[in-house]
């Protein structure tokens, strides 16, 4: 059987780094992984599809579904796994000691369909009393100027979301005092640099590792996508990369085991290992449908009340259920 070749694009992530080395190869597969930032990855692939298979967006993925031709169908791999009360920022010259306080408050954010942005406000709102559309937000770099949505939205009247000027960021309107708080998935600069603007959550750590003992959510933000019509003619496809990407997180997880010689630059990387797995169980990025069906719906369902998806998909419409459907880690 002659093998496909495939381009992958995808951040260099632990989880990835067998399938980059060529420790782990997709049965049928050649695979060239091109490591590129996730920004760029989702800019080409959004509005070009350059790549056959490539990470993606959860939230752009999920707004591609709503396309009468939709290009792309995920697999149930999630790259990117990210708590976001760490990334809520805040100057204290608003006033602002608590989450309630950003009620009728004016917030940056990058993108208002970023995945992160959506797991925040869905998190303000469900947790803590700050409706979604209670807040003002102004979209835009954070650090660069002509930041725009790389989806064109179509919201309702009672969600307000501005771009900011050509020559802004948000950061210096944070620092400023032209916004009084920012969602974002990246630290701003003026953060550690100008006293007033810190973290929502001062001891974020404890606040996620609570939300994840009562939701047993652990957000997902990104998961990978194939086109569309490649997987129409080539369904076999999907299986023995789910089944790659599986074999090559197996990997990830045991050579963060390794006590002899550390990996990574982390010097009490094994105390940090068991305090994750004491909290998040010791499967905690595990892929595969059922094992983050409540994490995807309630995303899915977050998406829509906040104006962006068309209605609430269940996971089976989100990822391809039978991509993993005969094997488990």
């Not at 298979?53 to 709503?66: G, H, P």
């Not at 999630?78 to 805040?90: C, T």
């Not at 501005?162 to 998935?185: K, R």
Request: glycine share 6%; net charge negative; proline share 6%.
């Amino acid at each position: 059987m002659t093998r496909l070749s495939l381009s992958f694009a995808c951040w260099d992530y632990d989880r990835m780094r067998a399938l980059q080395d060529g420790r782990v190869r997709p049965e049928g597969i050649d695979l060239n992984f091109l490591s590129l930032p996730v920004e760029e990855t989702f800019y080409r692939q959004l509005r070009h599809q350059e790549f056959d298979v490539s990470e993606m967006s959860l939230s752009s993925y999920l707004l591609t579904l709503d396309r009468e031709d939709p290009p792309f169908v995920a697999l149930p791999v999630f790259p990117s796994r990210v708590f976001r009360h760490q990334s809520i920022y805040v100057s204290t010259r608003s006033g602002i000691t608590e989450p309630k306080d950003l009620v009728g408050k004016r917030v940056g954010t990058p993108e208002y369909q970023l995945t992160a942005g959506v797991w925040q406000r869905g998190i303000l709102a469900e947790e803590h009393g700050v409706p979604v559309d209670s807040v003002q937000y102004f979209t835009g770099g954070i650090e660069e100027p002509g930041r725009h949505e790389k989806i064109r939205l179509n919201l309702p009247d009672s969600i307000s979301v501005t771009p900011i000027g050509p020559d802004q960021t948000l950061s210096a309107m944070l620092a400023e005092g032209e916004l009084d708080a920012i969602y974002s998935a990246s630290q701003p600069s003026c953060f550690g640099r100008v006293p007033h603007v810190r973290h929502l959550f001062e001891d974020f750590v404890a606040a996620e590792k609570d939300y994840y003992r009562r939701t047993r959510i652990f957000p997902i933000m990104h998961t990978v996508v194939l086109r569309r019509e490649l997987h129409e003619r080539h369904p076999w496809i999907a299986r023995s990369l789910t089944k790659a990407f599986t074999e090559s997180l197996a990997v990830a997880y045991e050579d963060l085991k390794h006590r002899n010689a550390f990996k990574v630059m982390l010097p009490w990387l094994q105390q940090h290992l068991e305090e994750t797995v004491d909290a998040l169980g010791p499967g905690y990025w595990d892929y595969g449908l059922e094992r983050n069906r409540h994490v995807l719906e309630t995303f899915a369902r977050y998406s829509h009340k906040q104006g962006l998806a068309a209605r609430v998909r269940t996971a089976e419409e989100i990822v391809l259920a039978s991509a993993s459907d005969s094997f488990k880690l």
